[in-house]
Each structure stands twice: as structure tokens, then as C-alpha cells.
């Protein structure tokens, strides 16, 4: 499936959406977080907009990519719906309503593989600035 540009008129049927989901990345690209994706739902899904998905290395730094990710929605204005995995850092789930974010472990990544089971969903290409900035700048 092709990439969506976000700045592309009419990219997203949501935007708002569009932005919490890539403020979710940028989020969680200044935790190391890796293979980053954020997949548009909109045409599939009745149960949300975006997928942000990605990858920690250990239990900890699942934690902090989350940690982050809730914090920088918090700050924004955004409201948790819920939160699951915290606690074990194997696979962190956070929904925002039109966003979805999956962190995990990559063994955990690759055994419930994602992107395989929606790879009909469009993927958006996350701008390149996001990997040379900190979050800070969204405060």
C-alpha cells in the first residue's frame, strides 16, 4: 500500500487525528523508538482513525516510549481513554479515541505482526524532521 503525505490536501479524512497520531510518533522517535509506522484506519476500521505502532529494545524503554507518548498527548489537551501494559513493558496499548498506539517488545512486534494483519491500511509517511528534534518543541 502506498504512503500518505501528510501535507498533502486531503490526505486525511480526519485531521486531528492525522496530528495526534503523529505526535505520537514524534513522541515516541525522541525514546528511541524504533520502526515507527502509523497506519490510516479510516477506510477500514469503525473502532478508530490511526494505528502508531513501534518498537522498544527491553521492558524499560517500552515503558518510557509509553510513558512518553502519554505524556505528550497530555500535555496537547488529549484525553486517555485507556491504558494497558504498563506494568509487564512487553506490549504497551494506549487508546485515544481516533488513535490507537501499540508499543512492544519486537519478539512481541513480530509474533502478533500488525501491519501484516492491516496491510491494507495506507501507511503515513512520518516527516524526516521528526527524527532530528525533540518533542520539546510541542510543549
Known amino acids: 500500500m502506498d504512503e500518505l503525505n501528510p501535507s498533502t490536501p ?3 479524512t480526519n485531521p486531528e487525528g492525522l496530528q495526534k497520531a503523529l505526535l505520537c510518533a514524534q513522541a515516541a522517535i525522541d525514546k528511541k523508538g524504533e520502526n515507527v509506522k502509523v497506519l490510516d484506519l ?34 496537547q489537551g488529549y484525553e486517555l481513554l485507556s491504558a494497558e501494559g504498563f ?16 508499543v512492544f ?22 516527516p524526516p524532521e521528526f527524527y532530528g528534534q525533540g518533542a520539546s518543541h510541542l510543549n
Open 10 to 12: 486531503g490526505a486525511a
Open 42 to 75: 479510516s477506510e477500514l476500521s469503525g473502532f478508530t482513525d490511526y494505528f502508531m505502532i513501534c518498537s522498544g529494545t527491553s521492558d524499560r524503554q517500552v515503558q518510557a516510549i509509553g510513558e512518553a507518548v502519554s505524556n505528550v498527548m497530555d500535555v
Open 87 to 102: 506494568q509487564d513493558g512487553r506490549w504497551v496499548l494506549m487508546d485515544f479515541g481516533d488513535v490507537i498506539v501499540h
Open 105 to 126: 517488545l519486537d519478539a512481541l512486534r513480530d509474533y502478533y505482526d500488525l501491519e501484516n494483519l492491516w496491510k491494507d491500511a495506507p501507511k503515513v509517511r512520518i
